[in-house]
Each structure stands twice: as structure tokens, then as C-alpha cells.
């Protein structure tokens, strides 16, 4: 039997799966691309991925289906370099303003709408899923697009608010965007098997990063060095501090669950 994987298209998590794209394909896993909001709804979806890194907020919502697979995660320690809220004003006065969001995320816009009102304050403000840029005060972006801009400015707004780096300096913990999780009703064996994959990558691509910033220099249009400070801007297997964050993380959204649920709905 073939097991399915799904593969974020962001290359900060391209340790996972070097030893599949990379280092020789494997017959029996099938990765499925799609992006964090997408993955959570495929996660819904009866049979659809064996395991993926599954967006936070989309795992609180299918713990009956899912659990965790060997500690693994994307967590940030001290800034995330790829989710950003890009402004024309300063933060503090973004209440009732537009505030657009990229559809790829789930997790990312509630830690952005949990920052704003409880640690700047920011009141009424309008959030809109991928609006024109023209017609917001401030856009939230994440993954590659997010790097590519930080790097190079986000036309016609001034500020950039890394949310990872926010989340440290209100908290002083890391912060975990998605954990890898498998589906409970898969055979132990097959679960001891993603892990062993996984965790192996990992080792086996940090032998290899030089040759990989390169690559994913050239296609970013970054500097090589740019690519290896941003990875190891990551922690992938969950610490003690990852577990306290993360409670504390799901224990500060429970008043504004009902307005993103769990990032499947619309804002």
C-alpha cells in the first residue's frame, strides 16, 4: 500500500523530505502538495493523506482522526522570517482598518488576530481573505512569498511585523506552527516507518544544505546565506518549550475560536 504524505510548497520544510525528492524516491509514499489551509481540509477528508504538518489550528479540529507523529513539528525560536504582516501604518493603528490575509494559512492568521487585539490593543479592525493590496492597510503573508518580501519590501508598505518574532518577545517561548501528525488508524508499523523517513531526512539533509540553499537561492531570486539563516530559523522536533508555548498558544485563543474556527471558515 502506497502511503500519502502531503508536502507544503515552502522550502522551510524541505528537511523533511530530502531523502524523498533528493536522495532517491521511495515506491511506497506518494507526497501531495498543498498549502497549510489546504492540507488541514484534506486532513477532513476520509482516507485523503496518511500524515502530514498539519496546521495547528486545523489539528485541534481532528484529534478524533489524527494524533502526533514522533514529536515532530515547525516550530520558530526567536522569529519565523516567513510570516509577516506587512503595513502601511504602524500596528498600534490598525484598529477599524482592512487587514488582508493570504488563503493559504490557517494557523498564521489567528496568532496575527491574537497579537493585534491582546498585545497592541488593536480593536475592529476588518479581515478580509486575499483582498487587493491597494484596498488594505496591511496584508499578512506567509511561507515563500513571505521571505521573498521581507527581503525585498512589499510595495506601498512600510512596516513589517514578523509574527514568530512578536509571539517571542510577548512570550519569550518559540512558536509552533504546524505539528506532523499521522492518522490513528494507520498500522503502528506504518507509523514507526513515516518517522523513521522523516527523522532520517532531516539528518541526511543537513549534511546536504549547502548544495540545497543554492538551489533554493536561484529560484528565490536570495542569497545562499539567506536560505541558511532562515532554516535555521526552525526547530522541527518539539521541545519542552515548543509543549509550553503550544499550551499556551491554544489555552489564549479560546475567546476567538468562534470567529476563525479553527481556520476553516472564511473571515
Not at 489546504?38 to 489524527?66: C, H, W
Not at 518577545?169 to 509552533?176: E, I
Not at 509550553?244 to 476563525?260: A, P, R, T, Y
Request: with cysteine; glycine share 8%.
Amino acid at each position: 500500500m502506497q502511503l500519502k504524505l502531503a508536502r507544503m510548497p515552502y522550502i522551510n520544510v524541505d528537511p523533511f523530505y530530502y531523502a524523498l525528492e533528493h536522495a532517491g524516491k521511495s515506491p511506497d509514499i506518494e507526497l501531495v502538495s498543498g498549502y497549510p489551509r489546504q492540507i488541514g481540509r484534506l486532513a477532513g477528508t476520509k482516507d485523503s493523506i496518511d500524515a502530514a504538518p498539519i496546521s495547528v489550528m486545523d489539528f485541534l479540529n481532528l484529534q478524533e482522526s489524527y494524533e502526533p507523529l514522533g514529536r515532530m513539528c515547525v516550530a520558530v525560536k526567536e522569529k519565523a522570517g516567513s510570516v509577516n504582516l506587512f503595513t502601511k501604518i504602524p500596528v498600534e493603528e490598525l484598529g477599524n482598518r482592512k487587514i488582508g490575509i493570504t488563503s493559504q494559512t490557517s494557523t498564521s492568521r489567528v496568532l496575527m488576530h491574537l497579537i493585534l487585539e491582546q498585545r497592541y490593543g488593536v480593536k475592529s479592525a476588518e479581515y478580509l481573505d486575499q483582498p487587493e493590496q491597494d484596498d488594505v492597510d496591511a496584508y499578512l503573508l506567509i511561507g515563500d512569498n513571505a521571505l521573498v518580501h521581507a527581503h525585498h519590501g512589499l510595495k506601498g508598505f512600510r512596516y513589517r511585523y514578523d509574527l514568530g518574532e512578536e509571539w517571542y518577545k510577548w512570550t519569550g517561548l518559540p512558536f509552533v506552527f504546524a505539528l506532523w501528525a499521522v492518522r490513528k488508524a494507520l498500522p503502528q508499523k506504518d507509523k514507526d516507518y513515516l518517522t523513521g523517513v522523516l527523522s532520517g531526512s532531516i539528518d541526511t539533509f543537513w549534511q546536504h544544505e549547502g548544495e540545497m540553499a543554492q538551489t533554493r537561492a536561484d529560484e528565490l531570486l536570495l542569497s545562499p546565506g539567506s536560505i541558511q539563516d532562515y532554516w535555521h530559523l526552525f526547530i522541527y522536533h518539539q521541545t519542552t518549550a515548543v509543549d509550553k508555548s503550544l499550551e499556551m498558544f491554544v489555552n489564549s485563543i479560546q475567546d476567538i475560536k468562534g470567529v476563525f474556527a479553527h481556520g476553516q471558515e472564511k473571515i
